[in-house]
């Protein structure tokens, strides 16, 4: 079984530019997060979905980041415009429900120069 | 709020040592604890977890028990191996947040 596909792997911007990240989760899961993890640090959480609602993103910085879930299953993070501080790895991960373990994927590093 | 202290690393150790990796949180309530570990190259996987005071979580030879009087999670093994090497995290979930909240990893690397 395919676990949680990110794409891209790895990314490089200049800053005010904007990125795109992709999440495939796990077929069948319904909660869906994204995490950031910045170099040296724990995961911190963005946002988290069950099923296409968003009913966590306390954490996301709404002026510049946006997310959404189409139908549920596939999920996009976006920032626009990038800044400097926004380098870090992007984590991806989903749990078929919001009590069961939680899947990652391997993440997309992104750097902002 | 949440939060987990992680034993600083790296942590380096020859092959058949003895491993112990701290970690201790603040939490309100009854939270679940688990360990996960981060091969180079590969996303975080989930290594064990706990669920209530005294559970003792095991997995490839991994050990941790949740003790809630200390409000500590350590991870230990008898006997490490050159495979062991990897980046691991303590994580904390509490019911009705069901979000992770991560220590900030210890890189262990074993030495043949």
């Known amino acids: 079984e395919a676990g949680v596909v990110q794409s891209p792997r790895y990314k490089i911007i200049e800053k005010k530019q904007p990125v795109a990240f992709w999440c495939n989760p796990i077929s069948g899961h319904n909660t869906l997060y994204w995490y950031r993890q910045n170099l040296g640090q724990g995961p911190e959480l963005l946002i988290r979905y069950e099923n296409e609602e968003a009913v966590d993103d306390s954490q996301l910085p709404k002026d510049r980041f946006s997310a959404e879930r189409l139908k549920g299953v596939d999920s996009t993070l976006k920032i626009q415009p990038a800044e400097l501080g926004d380098s870090a790895v992007y984590l991806c991960?989903?749990?078929?429900?919001?009590?069961?373990?939680?899947?990652f994927g391997q993440g997309t590093r992104l750097t902002v120069v | 709020g949440d939060s987990v202290t992680q034993m600083e690393g790296p942590v380096t150790l020859s092959e058949e040592a003895f491993l112990t990796i701290n970690c201790t949180y603040t939490?309100?309530?009854?939270?679940?604890l688990f360990w996960y570990v981060q091969y180079p190259g590969e996303g975080l996987q989930l290594l064990l977890k706990a669920t209530k005071a005294d559970d003792k979580g095991s997995n490839k030879g991994f050990e941790a028990t949740y003790r809630k009087e200390t409000t500590s999670f350590h991870l230990e093994k008898g006997s490490v191996q050159v495979s062991d090497s990897a980046v691991y995290f303590c994580a904390l979930s509490n019911f009705g947040n069901e979000k992770l909240t991560f220590g900030t990893g210890t890189r262990l690397t074993i030495i043949p």
């Open positions: 991960a989903s749990s078929a429900t919001r009590y069961t373990e939680a899947f």
């Open positions: 939490a309100t309530g009854y939270p679940s």
